[in-house]
């Protein structure tokens, strides 16, 4: 399950015989929890998780809307389609919905949600089972109802009905079948009524027991599930009401697992959420918060270490904020802060809050360093200037900065993704989101497993339209000295590997480019137990992706007295279809690849200035079409 990082079942039991069961769960979450309940309170308010309301109408509209990223056990993509269907209005419903979405009882979720949305139509096979069965809807859901069945309707003891319970879970058909007797008939020798003797016939009675047998091999303890549900609960809860200080402490607990870190951070960005770049005079050695988001944390930068994060914030303390690029490596060069570090904390704009921009400050640190550096060595020597007797009151004198512009937004994303393994302050795909959710059908994220269930985004065979960034290619040759390729593409939910085999590499080599932005068309496979990959056999870049120009004229006469602007088209060749249409007659017509263009500014103005703008309209072609073509 997800977040569960260890389970212990202990059972112990007394003189009496009486027996107990207790199951230890170590729980990421649980720590997660604590987290976020001491970020609320650092702020001066008061928060005891154990305290609230479990049936706050607003935390359970939150769950029922899906939106469950980040909440224990109800963040897979079945269980918050799942979670949408219920519309959970108590824990109650939580408890249940754990309990059905595993395999086996999964089946019993339609029938659940029927009674829940009808409970005047629910009817069950005697009165006695009403009172049990009549929480969750006339399903039965969990192992305590089994026992209490066969304690109300049969007059079991409660030892008893255990064995029931477990006879039944684990199969032992022989037992079950001596116990179906007991159950009907009774067994006056051991203390067994029966239910025909409380007025039940054999037929219902027999129904009732087949129902019982059929469930309990996958019934799920209550308890177990509803430890489970009030954990979901806290942390919907802590996502609802402080969903800042939740997803800081959620990303803390992931901060070494750069896949989870970028789908939570995605989350984040959905929820409007700002993520800060690491800040040396804000930044911890996890993630904060702040008041304008959720500032990512100093160690996230490669090559800094713990020590290196706690010199900071105890130098920070000590001394104050850091002034400028040359106070923070006077103050820090002789406390594990290098070279490599200084750049690194460059490249991730965590001396943005410092004079200069990272294009400037990159140009210099390092001279800045060896002067500090021969400074020391001179000091240690003896040979002390005026300056240096004059003592640590004499300001520094500040670096002077090259006349130079920052560096372009591509470049400085591909910086912090080569410092921080992610991007922070965008995605290269920004600029081109809308494009990239209209032509693709799956995320790179789909073709990893699912935490809880183990299942993939995508089957195998299924027909997939990618999209992202090309960051890493392979060419591999077969054993008959053809070229193949493996290729990394990365989108906004992480990164997907995609295998170009010996014929479709030939068609698409030349669009495997590092940074290039693509859509790779192919069929899932999904035979690796940590990776789907995807089989790719068209690539389309980004400014290639073909659209279509419908041009409208009033009839089929105008239609052919503008039949030298469609040769005119001929100058424009591309792969973008034209179509034309015919108002009057409402008919439309395709051209030949011929006339296919390549959209342009140029071109449209003369089209504009041809037939008129509110006869020009360019229209995207839907992913099922596109793929058609190719």
């Known amino acids: 399950m997800h977040g569960v990082k260890e389970g212990k079942t202990t059972r112990t039991g007394n003189a009496d015989g009486v027996r107990y069961l207790f199951y230890f769960l170590g729980l990421r979450t649980l720590t997660v929890i604590q987290n976020a309940q001491n970020l609320v309170n650092r702020n001066g308010e008061i928060l005891d998780i154990n305290q609230i309301d479990y049936n706050d109408k607003a935390v359970l509209d939150h769950i029922g809307t899906g939106k469950t990223e980040g909440v224990f056990q109800l963040e897979s993509g079945g269980m918050k389609n799942f979670m949408k269907e219920l519309k959970p209005q108590s824990l109650e419903d939580i408890i249940a919905g754990i309990s059905l979405y595993r395999p086996g009882p999964m089946e019993f979720i339609p029938k659940y949600i029927k009674g829940k949305n009808n409970q005047d139509q629910i009817t069950y096979d005697c009165e006695a089972l009403e009172d049990i069965l009549k929480p969750t809807y006339g399903c039965m859901v969990y192992q305590e109802q089994v026992m209490r069945v066969v304690r109300d309707l049969a007059g079991y003891s409660l030892g008893r009905s255990d064995l029931v319970r477990r006879a039944m879970s684990k199969k032992k058909m022989a037992v079950m079948e001596k116990e179906r007797q007991n159950f009907v008939y009774g067994n006056e020798e051991e203390g067994v009524k029966g239910c025909i003797n409380n007025g039940i016939s054999e037929q219902v009675a027999n129904k009732i027991y087949d129902e019982m047998i059929d469930f309990a091999k996958y019934a799920f303890n209550k308890s177990h ?74 160690s996230a930068v490669k090559n800094v270490g713990r020590s290196v994060v706690e010199n900071i914030v105890l130098e920070r303390q000590k001394g104050g904020p850091f002034t400028s690029l040359k106070d923070f490596i006077y103050r820090l060069v002789q406390k594990d802060v290098n070279k490599r570090t200084v750049e690194n904390f460059i490249k991730a704009g965590a001396l943005d809050s410092l004079p200069g921009n990272r294009k400037q400050k990159l140009a210099v640190y390092a001279g800045i360093m060896d002067r500090k550096t021969k400074e020391d060595k001179t000091m240690i020597s003896g040979q002390m200037s005026l300056f240096d007797l004059m003592g640590d009151s004499t300001p520094l004198i500040e670096e002077k900065f090259p006349s130079v512009e920052e560096y372009g937004k591509e470049e400085l994303l591909a910086f912090e993704k080569e410092v921080l393994g992610i991007y922070v302050s965008g995605h290269p795909l920004d600029s081109h989101i809308d494009l990239w959710k209209k032509y693709t059908n799956a995320t790179a994220a789909q073709f990893k497993p699912d935490d809880e269930t183990g299942q993939f985004g995508v089957f195998s065979g299924s027909r997939m339209v990618v999209g992202g960034i090309i960051s ?159």
């Open 225 to 298: 599930a509803a430890c489970y549900a009030v954990v979901s609960y806290q942390t919907a809860y802590l996502k609802h009401y402080y969903p800042m200080e939740y997803m800081a402490a959620l990303l803390n607990s992931v901060i070494e697992n750069i896949v989870k870190t970028t789908g939570y951070i995605g989350v984040c960005k959905e929820m409007g959420i700002d993520i800060l770049p690491p800040d040396i005079n804000e930044g911890d050695w996890g993630f904060t918060v702040s008041d304008k988001g959720i500032r990512y944390g100093l």
């Open 472 to 630: 890493e290619i392979s060419i591999k040759y077969t054993k008959n000295n053809q070229r193949m390729a493996f290729v990394t593409l990365e989108d906004v939910t992480g990164s997907v590997e995609v295998i170009f085999f010996p014929k479709d590499f030939d068609k698409n080599g030349g669009y495997l480019q590092e940074e290039r932005k693509v859509f790779m068309m192919g069929h899932a496979d999904v035979s690796g137990e940590t990776a789907a990959k995807l089989i790719c056999d068209k690539v389309i870049p980004f400014e290639e992706v073909p659209r279509q120009l419908w041009l409208q004229f009033q009839n089929k006469e105008d239609y052919v007295k503008n039949m030298d602007l469609l040769e005119e088209l001929k100058n424009y060749e591309g792969n973008s279809q034209v179509v034309i249409y015919l108002a009057k007659e409402r008919a439309k017509k395709t051209l030949d690849s011929s006339y296919n263009i390549s959209l342009s500014k140029p071109l449209l103005d003369k089209l504009y200035g041809f037939i008129g703008e509110e006869n020009v309209k360019v229209v995207d072609i839907p992913i099922a079409k596109l793929q058609e073509m190719h």
